[in-house]
């Protein structure tokens, strides 16, 4: 895949441009790669343009040191998709991609025009948690993590029915920069749009999964009830609902941008 140079770090990108009028930018959540968007690519590439990209400090983008913030994360996309000839976009981001999102929507103006928010929330976890994970990463690598990763990320069922893309996905966690991604958990640590919410104008989707014990079904309803033109979709999937349930997802997506 390209990269480029944005923002001061190398990033990791696949843009599928077929000439059409409207593009759709994906955002992956902690832990993950673009990857994650596989199941996305051929339902949504036959009516948008798509741009996929690896958040810093993630797969085979750079991961540059310090702690990162929603806006430093924000600002690659917006320096990304100006580099790209990208005027204005749609942007799908889960988990932490959800919380890019959330700024993107807050500060992005025109730029960014429909915002699907999945799997997140405008506070997720507590100081504590985050502290305690950035430590144990620091002591003991990925591994640690990745172990518990799969129960909040999927159903027991499909844990069972779908294990070579279950241990795909985290073996793809393992891959990525133990540096990059405590910065990560840095930035979803010290994030907090609660009273910001009631600022975003842009029409939102929120997808939620029925048993998502991260980001919950509240949370989802919290937001949507914060979000002037919000719609919610609730699906039968833990924390990856996009990667659980894509069929149902791209439906969801597909009709909220008027293709459905």
Known sequence: MPKITVNNAEINYKLINS??????VFSNSLGTQFSMWAGQEEALSAHFNLLFYDTRGHGHSE??????????LGNDILQLTIKLGIDKFHFCGLSMGGLIGQWLAINGGSKVEKVILCNT??????????????????REGLKPVADGTAIKWFTDDFIQTEKEEVSEILSRFMD??????QSNCAMVRDTDFRENLKEIDQPVLIVAGSGDPVTTTEDARNMHSQIKNSQLVIL????????ERPKEFNEAVLRFLGRG
């Open 121 to 138: 929330s405008p506070k997720i976890g507590d100081e504590k948690s985050w502290n305690d994970r950035i430590d144990l990463v620091g």
């Open 63 to 72: 991961a540059t040191s310090g702690d990162y913030s929603a806006e430093l």
């Open 176 to 181: 990525n920069s133990p540096a990059g991604y």
């Open 236 to 243: 039968n999937a833990r924390h990856l609902s996009a990667f």
């Open 19 to 24: 000439g059409k009028p409207e593009t759709l």
